[in-house]
Structures are given as C-alpha cells and as structure tokens.
C-alpha cells in the first residue's frame, strides 16, 4: 500500500481542486462543494482512486460511451469425433462487440494475432482504438482467431513452451530501442512507467504463426464479418497478412487498414515466389488477387524501420504488394506515420501515447472512402 500513496495522493488532490471549481459542477451551490469535500475527507476515497486502475497515473476518460447492446459470439470451427466416442468443438472464432447508439453502416473488426488487449487501451491506461471508435460512431468488434485467446481449443494438439527472453525479444520487435532496456529517444511508449511494461509483457499469447493456420484464421475470420455485414479490418502484426486473406473469401470486407504486416499476399507470376516461412508470402490465381483490388487498403509502419532488419524487409515487401494491388486497378497505399508528422511510434501505435492522433488518420481514411456513413 506504501507504494500506492504518491497516487492516492495525487488522486485526493485532484478531487479537491474540483470540488472548490463551480466550472467542474456548474450549477452546484457553494453549500453542496462543501458536503462534497467532507465526504471526500471521511470516506476511504482514496482507496477508490488506487482500485480504480493498474495504472499509477490513468488518464482522464471523456464522457460515458452510451452502447445500444454488447455481447459476444463464436463463429465457424468443426467438431471432432463421434456419437459413440463423444465429440470437441474447435477451432472455431470468438467476437466480442459493442454497437453505439446512433452507429455507423460500416463496423470496424479490429484484429491483433495474439492478444485483443492492444485495443482496449493505451499502456498508460489511457483509451484505446476500442473505446475511441466507439465515440466516433462504429460497430467495434475484438476478434480472437482460432487457437489464440478465448478461442484456443484446437482440433490438433499442441506445446506450450515457456521461453525466458521472450520479453526483452517483444522489445526488440515492438522497435521500443534496438536492445532492452535502452530505449529509441522520444519514443510514445510510457518507458518510466514500470506497470504500463508489465502490462504490455502479460498482454501476449501463442499466436501459431504458420500459414495453414493464417488460413485457418481467416477462413473463421470470413464467416464472422459474414455474419457482422459490411466492416473494414483493422490489424496489427501477423492479423494484417490474415486479413488479406479473409478478403479472398468474403465480399463484406469493405476495407483493411493494416498497422504493420509482415506478410503478404501475390498474384502467381507476379512478386516474390511463394515462401515457407511464417508469413509466406502466399500466392494465389490473378482472380482470386482482383478481390484486393475492390477495396482500399491502407497500410501504416511507425517510427525507426531503418533501425530493424525485419521490418525494413516487411516496409519493401509492402511497396511491392501496394505496387500490384494499384497495378491491377486497385486503391492500396502505405502511410508512413513519420511523413505524417508523428514521430516515435512503435510497432502498435493505436496502443502508443499518441494514439488519438493515429486514430484521426484511421478516421481521415475511413472518411475519404466513404466508410463512416451512418
């Protein structure tokens, strides 16, 4: 609890100064600040302001998000096994969403390949792209794929292998500094914030990066914005290359904007050969290729690619994907988030300190391609 105190602190005296404004309580009467205050000196609110988050600093939220209805379902999958044996559900996907009032034709599914926390808020507790669209107006749905998060019973067995260094090998790619814990300059990470690296660390889970189950994914992926209607995928990391591929399957994918692939996807004969790594790259019939070239796609990468061997390579193999996508007659396009004009930005930048400012890009996107119509 001694650790705690500086925010209770900071917390009460925050409190404080509101009650004494009558701009924080418009319309209030001196004499109610004045119960307000010894309310606030006799009860253990300062045990509130600790419980209230992990975080020692949390930023102020705006107004309350009013929601029309939330819930959540799964989506796709097979069944194992028999009558006289018994059967197992897997390999199916899980959707959480949350509807606005007053919400937006087109949804925003956001997908992460390992973890839909990185949507929910910034690593100093601030809002994230889940509650920041849902002002805005859209349909927000966090999607788990097949085997990862909530939808993690597969229909084959698998090892879970506790490797230490995993972190420090997440700060290397997340592109937080070249080697942890020495930091880029001006990076939008709270890097003096011990529990917002915590938290960034516990954040993580297997995610399978293989190409049958990038397809497994995406096939699981379709059947859900099936069922959701019209919707642009948001994603970071390896959910960009399983996007791509989702968009082969469903004509409700109506756009993808995707922070950071390492994957792609090729028409046969054009690009580089078809790959057995991680990522591919996949290669598919020039037909089934047209399907990317109906919808705009927008691919963004933060701050520091030079400093990155990998992500250098993913920044080259996305100028040739985008360089066939408008060959063929499509509206694809990579936004560099340091041309801009915002610098310091990691590998999840919808989770970095700027993130409202990479929310208005997303927003600028939607807007000129007619994606958040009501």
Same mark, same amino acid.
């Given at each position: 609890?001694?650790?705690?105190?500086?925010?209770?602190?900071?917390?009460?005296?925050?409190?404080?100064?509101?009650?004494?404004?009558?701009?924080?309580?418009?319309?209030?009467?001196?004499?109610?600040?004045?119960?307000?205050?010894? !309310?606030?000196?006799?009860?253990?609110?300062?045990?509130?302001?600790?419980?209230?988050?992990?975080?020692?600093?949390?930023?102020?939220?705006?107004?309350?998000?009013?929601?029309?209805?939330?819930?959540?379902?799964?989506?796709?999958?097979?069944?194992?096994?028999?009558?006289?044996?018994?059967?197992?559900?897997?390999?199916?996907?899980?959707?959480?969403?949350?509807?606005?009032?007053?919400?937006?034709?087109?949804?925003?599914?956001?997908?992460?390949?390992?973890?839909?926390?990185?949507?929910?808020?910034?690593?100093?507790?601030?809002?994230?792209?889940?509650?920041?669209?849902?002002?805005?107006?859209?349909?927000?749905? !966090?999607?788990?794929?097949?085997?990862?998060?909530?939808?993690?019973?597969?229909?084959?067995?698998?090892?879970?292998?506790?490797?230490?260094?995993?972190?420090?090998?997440?700060?290397?790619?997340?592109?937080?500094?070249?080697?942890?814990?020495?930091?880029?300059?001006?990076?939008?990470?709270?890097?003096?914030?011990?529990?917002?690296?915590?938290?960034?660390?516990?954040?993580?889970?297997?995610?399978?990066?293989?190409?049958?189950?990038?397809?497994?994914?995406?096939?699981?992926?379709?059947?859900?914005?099936?069922?959701?209607?019209?919707?642009?995928?948001?994603?970071?990391?390896?959910?960009?290359?399983?996007?791509?591929?989702?968009?082969?399957?469903?004509?409700?994918?109506?756009?993808?904007?995707?922070?950071?692939?390492?994957?792609?996807?090729?028409?046969?004969?054009?690009?580089?050969?078809?790959?057995?790594?991680?990522?591919?790259?996949?290669?598919?019939?020039?037909?089934?290729?047209?399907?990317?070239?109906?919808?705009?796609?927008?691919?963004?990468?933060?701050?520091?690619?030079?400093?990155?061997?990998?992500?250098?390579?993913?920044?080259?193999?996305?100028?040739?994907?985008?360089?066939?996508?408008?060959?063929?007659?499509?509206?694809?396009?990579?936004?560099? !988030?340091?041309?801009?004009?915002?610098?310091?930005?990691?590998? !999840?930048?919808?989770?970095?300190?700027?993130?409202?400012?990479?929310?208005?890009?997303?927003?600028?996107?939607?807007?000129?391609?007619?994606?958040?119509?009501?």
């Amino acid at each position: 609890m001694d650790d705690a105190r500086p925010a209770v602190g900071n917390c009460l005296r925050a409190l404080r100064a509101s009650c004494h404004s009558s701009s924080v309580f418009p319309g209030k009467t001196e004499s109610m600040r004045r119960t307000l205050r010894r !309310l606030i000196a006799l009860t253990s609110i300062g045990s509130f302001c600790v419980a209230a988050s992990p975080f020692t600093a949390t930023p102020a939220f705006a107004a309350p998000i009013v929601l029309e209805r939330q819930g959540s379902f799964s989506v796709g999958g097979a069944l194992l096994g028999d009558a006289a044996s018994g059967h197992l559900s897997c390999d199916h996907g899980f959707v959480e969403y949350q509807i606005p009032r007053r919400a937006r034709k087109t949804a925003l599914l956001l997908w992460h390949s390992s973890s839909v926390a990185v949507w929910q808020n910034r690593w100093d507790g601030g809002e994230g792209f889940q509650s920041i669209f849902l002002r805005r107006g859209f349909p927000i749905y !966090l999607w788990d794929g097949p085997r990862v998060g909530r939808a993690n019973w597969g229909c084959e067995d698998y090892t879970y292998k506790a490797v230490p260094g995993r972190d420090e090998g997440n700060f290397k790619a997340w592109r937080l500094g070249e080697a942890y814990p020495n930091w880029f300059p001006g990076i939008q990470f709270p890097k003096d914030d011990p529990q917002a690296w915590d938290q960034a660390m516990r954040a993580r889970y297997d995610e399978f990066d293989t190409v049958p189950n990038a397809q497994l994914q995406s096939a699981a992926a379709a059947k859900a914005v099936d069922r959701i209607g019209p919707t642009v995928l948001v994603t970071n990391s390896g959910g960009g290359f399983r996007a791509f591929m989702t968009a082969l399957e469903s004509d409700n994918v109506k756009g993808i904007v995707a922070y950071e692939p390492p994957g792609f996807v090729f028409p046969e004969g054009e690009g580089p050969p078809a790959g057995k790594g991680p990522f591919g790259p996949v290669k598919v019939s020039a037909e089934q290729f047209k399907r990317l070239t109906r919808i705009p796609i927008q691919i963004v990468y933060g701050d520091h690619i030079a400093q990155s061997t990998n992500w250098s390579a993913a920044y080259r193999a996305a100028t040739t994907f985008v360089a066939i996508v408008n060959a063929h007659g499509g509206k694809a396009e990579i936004l560099s !988030l340091p041309a801009a004009g915002l610098s310091g930005n990691t590998h !999840l930048p919808f989770a970095d300190l700027n993130n409202v400012a990479v929310a208005d890009l997303l927003s600028a996107f939607l807007h000129r391609h007619g994606l958040d119509e009501r």
